[in-house]
């Protein structure tokens, strides 16, 4: 069984503002039902203490139904509640009437005690009941006429249920000055929760354009290394054809032109894409402490990554954007922190997080396996490039993210595609000499040449000759 704050760890962070935003509001019922509705008794006979008594709470409870419908509406859930907000402004008027009526006799209090408790009545439940009514109202110059409204029905109604007239002209004040508070407060919670979903939304859509940008770069850099190259292959591949059907041996050379070809674009591939995915580290530890203190997160980054070696750098790199990404995404952290320890031979980057809950295992030892999960699988494939190692689990309530790497990797060793091994340089065999891989009026490339600027126009010419 989960922990009891399970429930409130899994919530988004505007959910989180707007659960408690709704309870809020309904703490401010159980506050009328208390400060307003308990004080009655002892000052008025057992029976109307009781009925006054529940008329209060039947009132805070309406004012908490209305004020998460309010809610409810202000997010787009369900429709504007006008017949509700009606009800509760005629329940308020009833309630405070009634209560103040029963609380002493009319024109004429009972005691001190009495007319206290008849003026809380009148002034509290018409402050709560404007202030839960303007909370389904979002045009301010409604909720001013509310407010407005409500003290000055309060002025009227207050003489003849036995004040004077200054009591009745302080009555009103504190109507006016409460019933704005409250008509504040709910105005500015409605803000702050739309601002909230809003700002969640903004970060969403800068987080899909960013990627869409990204992917639009690499589209055009693949295009730029793969366009021209592909053309001169299905031009030679063509050549190829039509010197084959007149039974021509230039039909071989295009081919190994065309293989040649081939392997130089996979390389350039290879290129594109090793630049694509290389990361910087300093620039991972910013934007990680930029982006989950702008969650709610508190982070903090010790270390420098001045002066280390681009592959150290860019494997590290890609395990701090991994990690940030999982207490993101994964877990409900408070709290990261983030170590970049140099030594002489070795880098040492630790994350720590307190996102995890308390029935995760351990983290595993330095000999344990590696731990699950395609991102963590991806990481450790990283590092052993750069024969790093990389360790990660729980402990405590404490997710653990340990990355090793050398300060001087090994160079990484030139891997053939597979089926495919890697060329060996043509050496020309005693009395054979090298095959001539050019086609005749043809010229070579030179060494170096970008590929599809060489025979562009001639292959052309040569596969219009070939053409019977």
């Keep these: 069984m989960g922990r009891p704050s399970g429930w409130w760890r899994g919530k988004s962070t505007p959910a ?50 209305t004020a998460s419908r309010a809610l409810d509406w202000t997010r787009g859930t369900r429709e504007q509640p006008r017949r509700t907000l009606l009800a509760l402004a005629a329940y308020t008027c009833v309630t405070a009437v009634a209560g103040s009526v029963l609380s002493g006799t009319p024109w004429r209090p009972a005691n001190d005690d009495a007319f206290l408790v008849a003026s809380s009545l009148l002034v509290g439940v018409t402050a709560f009941g404007t202030g839960t009514v303007a909370l389904g109202i979002r045009d301010r110059r409604r909720m001013t006429y509310v407010v407005l409204g409500a003290a000055a029905g309060t002025g009227v109604l207050s003489p003849p249920l036995g004040f004077a007239a200054p009591a009745a002209l302080i009555t009103a004040v504190l109507v006016l000055l409460t019933a704005g508070f409250l008509t504040f407060t709910a105005a500015f919670s409605v803000w702050l929760l739309n601002a909230v979903y809003e700002l969640d939304a903004a970060r969403e859509t800068r987080a899909r354009l960013a990627v869409a940008e990204e992917r639009l770069r690499f589209g055009r850099d693949l295009h730029d ?33 065309v293989q040649r070809i081939a392997r130089e674009s996979q390389r ?69 922190a983030l170590s970049l320890r140099v030594t002489r031979e070795r880098v040492t980057l630790t994350v720590e997080n307190d996102g995890v809950p308390q029935e995760a295992g351990p983290a595993p030892g330095p000999h344990e396996g590696p731990a699950r999960g395609s991102g963590l699988v991806g990481l450790r494939e990283r590092l052993e490039k750069v024969d790093g190692t990389l360790r990660a689990g729980a402990s405590g309530g404490v997710f653990h993210l340990t990355a090793d790497v050398p300060l001087h990797p090994s160079p990484e060793p030139h891997t053939a595609t597979p089926g495919h091994p890697a060329p060996e340089p043509h050496a020309a065999a005693p009395g054979n000499p090298a095959p001539d891989t050019t086609t005749p009026g043809i010229p070579a490339p030179a060494h170096g040449e970008v590929l599809g600027e060489s025979a562009g126009p001639q292959d052309s010419q040569q596969v219009r000759e070939a053409t019977p």
């Design 268 to 336: 350039e591939v290879r290129e594109v894409v090793r630049g694509y995915r290389d990361a910087d580290l300093a620039t991972e530890l910013a934007g990680s402490q930029g982006v989950l203190t702008a969650a709610g997160i508190d982070c903090s980054v010790t270390g420098t990554a001045a002066g280390l070696p681009a592959q150290v750098q860019s494997a590290l790199g890609w395990v701090v954007r991994e990690a940030t990404t999982n207490v993101l995404r994964h877990g409900n952290a408070r709290t990261c």
């Design 16 to 65: 989180k503002v707007e659960t408690y935003t709704r309870w809020s509001f309904h703490f401010f019922a159980l506050l009328e039902a208390v400060s307003i509705g308990l004080p009655v008794f002892g000052t008025m006979p057992p029976a109307r203490s009781w009925a006054v008594f529940l008329m209060v709470c039947g009132h805070a409870v309406f004012c908490a139904v």
């Design 225 to 257: 290394v793969m366009g021209r190259n592909l053309a001169v292959i299905a031009l030679k591949s063509e050549l190829a054809v039509q010197l084959a059907r007149r039974g021509r041996s230039e039909a071989v050379d295009q081919m190994t032109e």
